[in-house]
Every structure is written in structure tokens, then in C-alpha cells.
């Protein structure tokens, strides 16, 4: 049985999936909308193009590629609720990788009017990080395509795993750092995750805290499940949403607070960087 589940955005399942010869050579990540960037060390003209994989016990698919998680924007879409001073008539854009205290964050979805902000939340996405690599299982999907793949790789030994508690630990810590900030300002932080992945945090961390989603809480957590559609394809569906504060990201980990950046210098970066590149469209 394959392991690998989608490849440059494409499943993996049957060979009538696509044209793969066209695939592989595109490498485009349809997500992103461009080729994918996550390439080789050793040859950087070649995309890994991996988004997901079954692994272990697992009978879902486990995304490890976070810009899997991009799938009809729709996590922007179920961001839109805690917009609270968004207005009919404002624009909606999304604004990547934004400078805080403690990391960037990776998109902002803000509400502008006349090219000011309005209002906006931060939202991150994790995915589970590797162990090993995945190149090797990559390249047997290849060969059981009747595609070329290296000899040396296809009958490699190398393995991959999941690299959960480093993962969980990872997040836990830059979360605190980031929503010192969003509370001192009343803003919202949104973390988007896979299912697998909440469910290893409610079992490893103190979670029993957690709220079920109030809009006042300026930590929330969206889940979402990678599910198969009757065309054979996967879609990923929300299925959870928890929220906390900065003191229950605490509870989670034990952290001290950290430094807090003013309400004024975010905007600020925020505005410099609207453009039409920006601008939230649906399709």
C-alpha cells in the first residue's frame, strides 16, 4: 500500500489520477499556486511536493506539509466571526509572515477600508514536522507509476517517522510568546491544525482548561479532518474549535510572559504590506 496520499496536490490513489508525467514535471503546488518550495538539499531544482501521508495505525491521511492546510482558503473563511469590527463594504486581504515578538506569524486575515486597518487576527498553521525522510517512499510511488526513479532511492532503507512531541512542545512555546501580545491589544491568535494533531496535544499537555470556541477568548484552536470525497480526492473539513487565554497557555506549559508589541507598530506593518497581491477572494 502506498504511503504517500497526495503529491503536488494530486492523490495518490490509482494511476488515472493524473498525468503524472506532467505532474512531476510542473511540480505545482496548486495551494500556493506556484511551484512548491519545498525542495531537495542536494538537488534544489527538484520539489519534494509531498502534502500527506498515512503512517503507523493511522487510516486518515496525517498532513505534514502546512501549506496543505491553504485547501479553498476555507481556514481564512472560518476566521471571519472574530473580525468583530469588520464592516460591509470593508476589504478583506490576507497578509503573510507579519514580525512579532517571539516569531512571525504566518498570515494575517485584516479588514481594511480606504487602505487602512480596520480590525484583523493572526492565524498560524503547524503540521507535524518529520523524522527521516520521505524521499525514498516518495520515489517507490514514482517507479509504481512506471515512472523513472533513481535505483538508489527507490531501494533505500532510509525511513520516516512523526516527530509529535517536539511538534506539540514547539507550538505550546511559540504560542505563548505571540498571544502575550494579541491580548494585550484584544486581538485574536488562531492556530490551525490537523485532528491527529489536537487530539496528541490533549493527550501529552493539560488541555482539560480549554474552552469550547467563545469569540472573547483571544486564543483559539481550529482542527480540521482530511476526509475522502466520493470523486476520490481529499478535503479537509473543520471539526473542532477550542479557546483559551494567555494564562491557559500557560497552564498548557508553564511559561513566563513575554515582552508585548503595541496595537500601532502591527497595523503598521500591516498596512505597508496591503496590495492587490493581498486581497481575500474566494475561488
Same mark, same amino acid.
Given at each position: ?65 502546512? &501549506? ?6 476555507? /481556514?481564512?473563511?472560518?476566521?471571519? +466571526? !472574530? #473580525? *468583530? ?96 501580545? &494579541? ?6 491568535? /488562531?492556530?490551525?491544525?490537523?485532528? +491527529? !494533531? #489536537? *487530539? ?84
Amino acid at each position: 500500500m502506498n504511503k504517500i496520499i497526495e503529491l503536488f496536490g494530486t492523490p495518490a490513489g490509482t494511476k488515472e489520477d493524473g498525468n503524472w508525467n506532467a505532474i512531476l514535471d510542473r511540480q505545482w503546488r496548486p495551494y500556493l499556486d506556484r511551484k512548491c518550495i519545498k525542495v531537495r538539499k542536494s538537488q534544489p531544482d527538484i520539489s519534494i511536493g509531498t502534502c500527506s501521508v498515512l503512517y503507523g495505525e493511522d487510516t486518515k491521511p496525517i498532513i505534514f506539509c502546512p &501549506f496543505r492546510l491553504l485547501e479553498r482558503r476555507q /481556514i481564512f473563511t472560518d476566521c471571519l +466571526h !472574530l #473580525l *468583530s469590527l469588520h464592516e460591509p463594504g470593508n476589504e478583506l486581504h490576507i497578509i503573510p509572515e507579519v514580525s512579532l515578538p517571539g516569531g512571525s506569524v504566518d498570515y494575517f486575515l485584516a479588514s481594511v477600508k480606504n487602505d487602512k486597518v480596520q480590525d484583523f487576527v493572526g492565524i498560524e498553521l503547524r503540521t507535524l514536522d518529520t523524522t527521516g525522510s520521505v524521499w525514498p517512499e516518495r520515489q517507490r510511488f514514482v517507479k509504481s507509476l512506471g515512472l523513472p526513479a533513481v535505483r538508489e532511492d527507490v531501494e533505500s532503507y532510509k525511513t520516516f517517522g512523526m516527530n509529535w512531541k517536539m511538534t506539540a512542545k514547539t507550538i505550546l512555546v511559540q504560542l505563548h510568546h505571540k498571544i502575550q501580545t &494579541f491580548e494585550h491589544i484584544n486581538k485574536h491568535l /488562531i492556530l490551525i491544525i490537523q485532528d +491527529h !494533531l #489536537l *487530539s496528541y496535544l490533549q493527550r501529552e499537555f493539560q488541555f482539560s482548561h480549554m474552552n469550547a470556541a467563545r469569540v472573547g477568548d483571544p486564543m483559539h484552536i481550529h482542527s480540521y479532518a482530511m476526509n475522502k470525497t466520493k470523486g476520490r480526492t481529499y478535503r479537509l473539513d473543520l471539526v473542532s474549535r477550542l479557546s483559551t487565554n494567555a494564562e491557559g497557555i500557560a497552564i498548557s506549559l508553564g511559561l513566563q510572559a513575554e515582552a508585548n508589541m503595541e496595537l500601532g507598530t502591527i497595523i503598521e506593518q500591516l498596512e505597508s504590506k496591503i496590495s492587490a497581491e493581498t486581497l481575500f477572494t474566494v475561488g
